[in-house]
Structure formats: C-alpha cells, structure tokens
C-alpha cells in the first residue's frame, strides 16, 4: 500500500500511484479548508487571530499545496503576526512566503512592515527595493519607500545631532582637564537645572555660577561667569548690593557691597571619572542614550574615589575668595571640586551669623 512507501520513494505500481494520489487530494484538500477557516477568523477580529494562526500552521503542515500557494499560507500568517505585534515572527513568515514565490507583492509589503516594526531600516529598504523592482506600480510598496527614506534623512539627521553633542562633551572635558580642574557630581540642580559651562571659538570657558547666602541659603544666579573674570566684576554688578532696599530676610541690612565676602568649601567628596563627566555633559541632549565613549572607555575610571577628600574633621572648611581673582585661578585650587557648577558662598562681614560661619559652626544643611 502507498502508506507504506519509504519518504521519496516512487510507487511501484498503479494501486499505489492511485493510492498516493487520493491521499495527497486529501491533504490539499484540507490545507485549502484550513486556508479558508484562518482566513475567516482573521476576519472575526483579533480575538481569534491565534485560531487563524493555527489554521495557517496546520495548513503549512500538510505540505500539500504548491510553493505558490504555500507562499500565500506564510504570507497570511505573517500578516496576523504583524496585527499582533510578533514582528520577528512575522519577518520570518514573509522570508519565506518570498522564497516560495519571488512574485507575490503582498509577501514584500509585510517583510518591509516587519522589518520596520523591529527597526532593521536597511532590511526594509532591501525587501521594499526588491519589491518595486518586481511591482513599480504598487502603491502601498511606494508609499513604505517614501517612508523609509524620510526614516533614513530623519536618523542620518539624528546620528549627526548625536555627533555633534559627543563633540561638544568630549571638548568640555578635555578643556576642563587640560586646566587642572576638579569635576564632581552635580549639587543643587533643584536650584539651577541642568546647567553647564560652554566654550567659546577663542577656547576660553563659560560658566554658570551659583551664588549662596550661606545665613538663609538664598540664592543668585550667574548665567555667563567667563573664566578671565574676577569676582569683583559680578559682585558689583549684583543689584540688591547697590542701591535697592535690603531683602527681607536681611533684617539687619548687613548685605552691603563692601561687606561681602565670598567663599568655597574645601572640597570633600568624589571626583567624576571621564566616562561620567561625559555622561553628565551630554545630560539634556540627544546623545544622553550613549553608552560606550570608545577610545575613552579605557581612561574611564582614571580618578579614584580619594581623588579629593575631605578635611576629616566632621566640619566645613571654608576658603576666602581673592574678588581681584579670575574664576580660573580659583577653579584650579587643587581642593576645590567643582559639583557640576561653581558654587560660592555669600556672608557679610556686619552680620550677626558671619562669626558663626567663621568658627565653623555652620554647614550646608544636606
């Protein structure tokens, strides 16, 4: 009998050709019901996209129908993965729906549309190309090709944004390296954002400084401090010193220009390594996805955690500022560490709090 035949073996006589014959109609017989049953729970919804689903793959299964109409089987499945958002397994049932038949349309349209879902763009191009080059006139074919190439300016676009914020990054640290300046972990961004220093085409820094009334921890903000500055410059430029009536919480009217003196707390804490210096200055931009910095990977950890430390004696270390002093003088303390921005503490010298402060008595509240 033919159901005794070994896989690939011819029948040896007529009973089992006409055997083999009858049992193959069977199949495709079914195949093609089972075709038609998926194709109508397709078009019940997505809750019976899994039926359809198994009556594709049963019908596949019985590996009776041509590689035309094989390829319309895979096709079909493919598309109900698409629906379901199982892409990658819907790329692979377009594959193969394309090399059963290298003319079916439909079997292109859903490899591109997979291909985009997963974002491989150069395979979409590949499959949408193959595709037009068989079908030019297909308009859902064109319309993907549009879309891939608007895709493709937008990333091209996107890649040299990217680049150019790497750049920038990487030359703010080499400049803040090549001046002997300590990088730490940003502090008081709830006050400030997300500021930071840029350089201008003569190569000299910019900075965005914070100012703090260490008494009642207020604030002013210096958006352009150029390294070449001295304080004297800013601090006579600081409205409230000059003319106006004092602030309310200056209920001693101590807070006169020529009382002010400014000071930086001796650094204590950690210096940041390249890699997270990097990270911190592409903050905000569209390169803040990268991970890997390359040839600066190995340079990455360069500063060890006692880089900087503190003067272990549970206290603030206050250093004076010099105001006929430039910011680059004072950055380049070897105890200053700058925590993201500069950041200089205000007291007046007529006020009831600056003994206090002196002494060392008081500290930046956490």
């Not at 033919?2 to 195949?31: C, F, H, M, Y």
């Not at 079908?135 to 300016?153: A, R, T, V």
Request: glycine content about 4%; hydrophobic content about 40%; overall charge negative.
């Amino acid at each position: 009998m033919a159901l005794w035949l070994e896989p690939g073996s011819e029948p040896e006589t007529q009973r089992e050709a006409d055997d083999l014959a009858a049992i193959n109609a069977i199949k495709v017989s079914a195949a093609v019901e089972l075709k038609e049953k998926g194709n109508e729970y397709v078009k019940m919804g997505k809750k019976h996209y899994s039926d359809a689903i198994d009556c594709y793959t049963r019908a596949i299964n019985q590996k009776a129908l041509s590689d035309a109409e094989s390829s319309v089987l895979f096709s079909n499945r493919a598309h109900v993965n698409l629906q379901l958002g199982n892409y990658r397994r819907a790329l692979l049932d377009a594959e193969q729906a394309i090399k059963l038949s290298p003319t079916y349309a439909k079997a292109y349209y859903r490899a591109v549309k997979a291909s985009l879902s997963l974002k491989l763009l150069a395979e979409a191009e590949s499959y949408c190309q193959k595709g037009l080059e068989q079908f030019p006139d297909n308009e859902e074919l064109k319309k993907l090709f549009s879309q891939i190439s608007l895709q493709k300016s937008e990333n091209e676009l996107r890649e040299a944004q990217v680049s150019k914020a790497l750049s920038a990054a990487k030359k703010l640290v080499s400049a803040i390296e090549d001046r002997g300046i300590k990088f730490g972990k940003a502090m008081f961004q709830e006050l400030t954002g997300v500021k930071k220093p840029m350089i201008d085409k003569d190569n000299i820094l910019h900075w965005p400084v914070l100012l703090l009334y260490a008494e009642v921890m207020s604030s002013d903000f210096i958006e352009d401090f150029c390294e070449t500055d001295m304080f004297s410059a800013h601090l006579d430029m600081i409205s409230f010193f000059i003319s106006f009536p004092p602030l309310p919480w200056d209920r001693e009217n101590a807070y006169k220009r020529e009382a002010i003196e400014l000071y930086y707390e001796a650094a204590s804490g950690v210096r940041l390594s390249k890699k997270d210096s990097l990270r911190y200055f592409l903050e905000g931009t569209v390169g803040s996805h990268i991970e890997s910095f390359d040839d600066d990977e190995k340079h990455a950890d360069e500063y060890s955690v006692n880089d900087v430390n503190s003067n272990g004696q549970g206290r603030s270390k206050w250093i004076k500022v010099n105001e006929k002093r430039t910011l680059y003088d004072v950055l380049r303390e070897p105890n200053f560490l700058i925590p993201g921005i500069p950041v200089f503490y205000v007291v007046s010298a007529k006020s009831s709090f600056y003994k206090k402060f002196k002494a060392g008595k008081w500290a930046p509240p956490p």
